[in-house]
């Protein structure tokens, strides 16, 4: 009888090994898929990260916002004029070369007006350089290489049943955080291309508000948070370079399983500084 409960208690154990394994090699992929792709997304323009939805914003921008914008920046034009006329008395102090003046302003805002995407895509050219020089930050991998694996199968099998057991939960657990947490990166980095192109779209209307300088502060606004989401990647990197520094640190022949939680709390750091950097970027370049 004793021989039976311990051929079943072996059993049982290396169906627990085999089974913590699994979670172990697997459980922190979905995150590394995410994390080496984070490189390619946030260093790519709005017209390189997707063509064909870039080509779309940029239609019905054209079509259906330049003649709005167009609109408000004749109300401006009239409303600049009428103000170069007050402030010479009335035409009391009348002097020819301020409508050379208004001329030149308004030139100006047709011009800014008419490339408005050539701005917004140098904008995203210089965030893009800049992002694209920060790549080699990204270092070494969170996925537990084969010799850590093996050592980790050594120290499993030195375990009792009910170790094993609260082990396994735990290891299963945190698997389907990891991959929450994958999924909360690829919602953060592509969420920012969304609003690229949301903000994209609207680019002539701030931009027709150049030509005032009561109304030029939207214009202004708006291009600081055009830079805002430009170096958000960079951002975005320095989180994923800290990450991978962190991930490196923790050794899984020492502790098992708080090494698999302290990897987790790294992730969960990750995740919510990705979502600051949103936040943080705005309020270096003073958007709102």
């Known amino acids: 009888m004793g021989a039976l409960l311990e051929q079943i208690t072996e059993w049982l154990k290396g169906m627990l090994v085999d089974g913590i394994m699994n979670n172990l090699s697997g459980m922190f992929d979905a995150v590394n898929r995410q994390v080496a792709d984070v490189a390619s997304q946030v260093g790519s323009t709005p017209a390189s990260f997707s063509p064909g939805v870039f080509a779309l914003v940029r239609n019905i921008s054209e079509s259906v916002i330049i003649p709005i914008a167009g609109m408000f920046l004749t109300f401006i034009a009239c409303y600049e004029l009428i103000q170069l006329i007050i402030e010479h008395n009335n035409l009391a102090n009348f002097e020819t070369w301020i409508f050379f003046k208004w001329i030149f302003k308004t030139f100006v805002a047709v011009m800014l007006i008419t490339n408005t995407f050539n701005i917004v895509m140098a904008v995203f050219d210089v965030a893009q350089y800049v992002v694209n020089s920060s790549a080699g930050l990204i270092s070494g991998s969170t996925a ?93 990197m320095i989180c994923i370079a800290i990450y991978a520094v962190l991930v490196q640190t923790v050794a899984f022949s020492d502790d098992i399983i708080g090494s698999i939680w302290g990897v987790m709390g790294y992730t969960v750091l990750l995740c919510f500084s990705l979502f600051k950097t949103g936040s943080l970027a705005k309020s270096v370049m003073s958007a709102h």
């Open 144 to 236: 537990v290489d084969a010799a850590t694996l093996e050592t980790i199968r050594e120290s499993l099998e030195a375990m009792e049943l009910g170790e094993l057991l609260g082990l396994f939960l735990q290891s299963f657990i945190v698997q389907i955080c990891s991959t929450i947490l994958s999924v909360a990166i690829f919602v953060i980095v592509y969420g920012r291309m969304m609003e690229i192109y949301l903000m994209t779209s609207l680019a002539p209307i701030p931009f027709s508000t150049f030509g005032n300088r009561e109304q030029s502060h939207i214009g202004q606004n708006y291009l600081r948070a055009l830079m805002a989401l430009g170096f958000q990647g960079f951002l975005i």
